[in-house]
């Protein structure tokens, strides 16, 4: 489950379990542990200020899943817990020094010292309901009729747009209010190369295992789909850095691959 991080010099990295994470300098190749704890790699953040890496760290009482969210300073190597653990914690997006994160339908911030900056929209999914909250307020959006609810749900590097998977009926996206603006059929784990292209897996399966999956990069506009990945791979959870210019995967057997896109393609 590779992450780049904001300018794409280094790549996060975790087990299939999502048990630890780790940290590859892509220059250097050097391995950094930022944790070995269960739930840690699981969709981690990295500020683009400070280079701070967010994550989740998953615990169970009484049967009950638990997530805190612990921050990893590479500067110093020094872990702080932001959030105890708790229920229904959703995925956390970059804040003024620190990130804004869902839990039990109430926005809660966590930085370091204090900030008045406003909170921008922030997209979750919610018990598969597609939820956006701007201007304070939280409102459910339906852009698809009778999906069977929403996963894999993120904002375009603008704020502009929403990415998301509708259940049984594709990968789109829409605007704030719900209109959807491109459809790309089946698109799995889908992410934001840049406000206009996305990357996603076309993957199938055989009711048990899945027998092929490739990379797709894909237009809003429907004038580019470009296969990334090579057939004879199961390539899966695509990665993207349009800063660095990379897309990066993982396989079935657990390689990671990264592919350099030229300019103009």
Not at 81 to 100: D, E, S, T
Not at 150 to 174: E, Q
Request: positive net charge; charged residues 20%; contains cysteine.
């Amino acid at each position: 489950y590779p992450v780049f991080n904001p300018d794409g010099s280094n790549l996060l990295f975790s087990s299939e379990s999502y048990t630890g994470l780790n940290a590859l300098n892509l220059s250097t190749q050097k391995i950094t542990v930022v944790s070995n704890e269960p739930g840690a790699g699981y969709q981690p953040v990295v500020h683009p200020d400070n280079g701070k890496i967010f994550y989740k760290v998953t615990s169970f009482n009484q049967g009950r899943r638990l997530d805190a969210i612990k921050s990893y300073n590479p500067s110093d190597a020094q872990t702080v817990q932001m959030l105890a653990p708790q229920r229904n914690l959703k995925q956390p997006r970059n804040y003024h020094n620190g990130f804004l994160v869902s839990a039990d339908k109430k926005i809660i911030k966590a930085t370091f010292g204090k900030t008045k900056n406003p909170i921008p929209v922030y997209v979750f999914t919610d018990d598969l309901k597609l939820m956006l909250y701007k201007n304070g307020v939280s409102v459910e959006l339906n852009p698809v009729a009778d999906a069977g609810g929403y996963i894999w749900a993120s904002l375009s590097p603008d704020n502009k747009k929403i990415l998301f998977t509708a259940a049984r009926k594709g990968t789109f996206v829409c605007d704030l209010q719900g209109k959807i603006l491109a459809s790309f059929g089946q698109l799995n784990a889908p992410v934001w190369y840049n406000d206009e292209l996305v990357v996603g897996m076309e993957d199938k399966d055989n009711g048990q295992f899945i027998t092929s999956s490739r990379i797709m990069l894909k237009s809003l506009n429907g004038k580019i789909s470009l296969q990334l990945s090579d057939n004879a791979l199961i390539a899966m959870y695509p990665a993207a850095s349009k800063a660095a210019g990379k897309v990066a995967f993982n396989t079935l057997d657990g390689k990671i691959y990264i592919v350099e896109l030229k300019s103009g393609k």
